[in-house]
């Protein structure tokens, strides 16, 4: 009979806890179908990102859209047609005015003074056209004038055919011919001391008419409504003909300018439909329509068209300037010049 012999266990001395014996954990029970939620989740979202895409590109194949574009308007510069010193200027930086308004006042004591003096020369011109004894002896001039010379031609006519038959001598023939050239100029002379006179008064009236001109000059109005900008001028300051003293900026009349990539302008036409987003106004929509497309692209008209024919080419898409018209202002929203806009235009 087999006798079993029992390991020796190590006795622990009193006082001391056995050592815990670890427990496995056993492994957490995954749910089933987790798999097929997740590929359901990817498909929708996969399917969402297709749905955009084609949404996209439909999109467009009939819309062009650029940010390349800003608003554009008129910038009037205000330069005065005479010079002086500026007595008084009526208006301040960023002021609204409207077309008449007066802008500037020039000194116009000088120009007073000049249309004073012309207007006595033509009183004085006046004056001797009405004296009939002058005219009456310019008119007697004229008539014998005329008369001497009908009698130098008459003369000249007889000694014609004897200086052809050798009657009388070469020396008369010239002599002839001389005195009937003496007696057109003569009285060419008097008919022009006739009509002097009127010719004088004419000069005298024109010299009249522009001082009153360069006199309504002094004053100085606003070409249209609009915005004053870029004020240069003061109380006393010198100016001259020509120089700039202020700009006015019409806000009414805008416009944008969309440079398009030459590949996008195919079905760009005027007429076509526009909307548009302003950088200074987020959220709102502006609509719009086509005017009118640039005859060349930007690039030609700059300061340094690039030249192709110096060997270094190197092919850029073009871009060319597309003028887009706001349909109506928005006196809430006004478009200034300068402004950054982002323009989609429907081409189909």
């Not at 001039?141 to 200086?163: C, G, M």
């Amino acid at each position: 009979m087999a006798t079993i012999i029992e390991p020796e266990r190590k006795q622990q001395p009193a006082g001391r806890p056995a050592p815990a014996v670890p427990v496995e954990t056993p492994p957490p029970v995954r749910p089933r179908g987790g798999k097929p939620i997740a590929f359901a989740i990817m498909g929708v979202v996969v399917l969402a990102l297709l749905g955009f895409g084609v949404r996209r590109y439909v999109y467009g194949l009939s819309h062009v859209s650029t940010d390349n574009a800003q608003v554009d308007g008129h910038i009037i510069p205000i330069l005065p047609k005479v010079g002086g010193f500026v007595a008084e200027v009526r208006v301040d930086e960023n002021q609204r005015v409207k077309g008449g308004d007066t802008l500037v006042v020039l000194d116009d004591r000088d120009y007073k003074v000049r249309l004073a003096q012309a207007e006595a020369d033509l009183a004085a011109a006046l004056a001797t056209v009405s004296n009939r004894s002058r005219v009456g002896q310019a008119e007697a001039q004229v008539e014998q004038a005329q008369a001497n010379a009908s009698k130098a031609h008459a003369d000249l006519e007889r000694i014609k055919p004897l200086a052809e038959k050798d009657i009388v001598a070469p020396q008369q023939l010239d002599a002839a011919e001389a005195a009937a050239r003496a007696a057109d100029a003569a009285l060419a002379a008097a008919q022009a001391a006739l009509t002097g006179a009127d010719a004088h008064v004419a000069a005298a009236r024109a010299a009249r008419d522009q001082a009153a001109l360069n006199l309504s000059y002094t004053r100085i109005t606003a070409p249209t409504s609009g915005v004053v900008s870029k004020k240069t001028v003061e109380v006393g300051q010198l100016v001259q003909a020509g120089q700039p003293l202020m700009s006015v900026v019409p806000l009414e009349d805008v416009w944008l300018t969309a440079n398009l990539k030459e590949t996008e302008i195919e079905d760009v036409k005027p007429g076509d439909p526009a909307e548009f987003t302003v950088d200074a106004y987020p959220g709102i929509r502006f609509s719009g329509h086509v005017e009118s497309l640039s005859p060349a692209t930007g690039a030609r008209f700059s300061l340094l068209p690039p030249d192709n024919a110096t060997g270094n080419f190197t092919k850029v898409v073009q871009r060319v300037p597309v003028r887009v018209r706001p349909d109506r202002p928005d006196p809430a929203h006004p478009l200034r010049p300068g402004m950054s806009v982002v323009v989609t235009i429907k081409t189909k």
